[in-house]
């Protein structure tokens, strides 16, 4: 009966001390992931506000395309930031995972130039209002309507209803077209 009470109170005791401990690690891991979340509903409404005011000849469909990029490249930074600062807390090395990171960034970047090729030419067609969602364009000889475009890649559907995916990267000359596919 007595080696029962030694074991009640020895688990009593290490049930205590390991409380505090992982209790604290748990409450900031959540104010983590609360502070987190609250971090991107401020920043997509901040967002949203700013590309609203921008000057010029902006339409809807070029400000929600860039609306839409802009929140998810934030949205990754933020879950970036978050799976680093919780793994902190855990008490992960995470200086290690940042160098690991640089590291694949770097290959990933000397390995991957035609996909920052694309990108770049993305981030140009749209702040340059070269065309948008829904306009009439001949791209790469390929004459239809933007069905969808982002950073990497454009789509165009012809008349026909054939769908081309075009990478932004081998777009060079865009003619947008008055007549709509319909002759109108």
Do not use: C
Request: hydrophobic letters at 50%; glycine letters at 12%.
């Amino acid at each position: 009966m007595l080696r029962l009470l030694d074991f009640w109170i020895l688990l009593i005791a290490f049930l205590n001390s390991n409380i505090q401990v992982y209790g604290v690690k748990a409450i900031r891991i959540l104010l983590i992931f609360v502070g987190l979340v609250l971090t991107e509903k401020i920043s997509n409404r901040l967002i949203s506000g700013l590309i609203g005011r921008i000057p010029g000849t902006w339409n809807e469909r070029r400000t929600k395309t860039l609306r839409g990029v802009v929140q998810n490249l934030l949205r990754y930074a933020l879950y970036f930031v978050g799976v680093i600062m919780i793994l902190s807390e855990l008490n992960v090395n995470t200086g290690s995972i940042l160098a690991g990171v640089g590291v694949v960034g770097l290959a990933v970047g000397i390995g991957a130039q035609g996909l920052v090729k694309d990108v770049v030419n993305g981030f140009f067609i749209l702040f340059e209002d070269q065309f948008a969602v829904g306009d009439y364009v001949n791209i790469a000889g390929v004459t239809g309507t933007v069905e969808d475009m982002g950073l990497r890649v454009t789509k165009i559907r012809e008349a026909t209803g054939d769908l081309h995916i075009i990478s932004n990267g081998e777009i060079t000359q865009v003619t947008r077209l008055h007549a709509a596919k319909d002759g109108k």
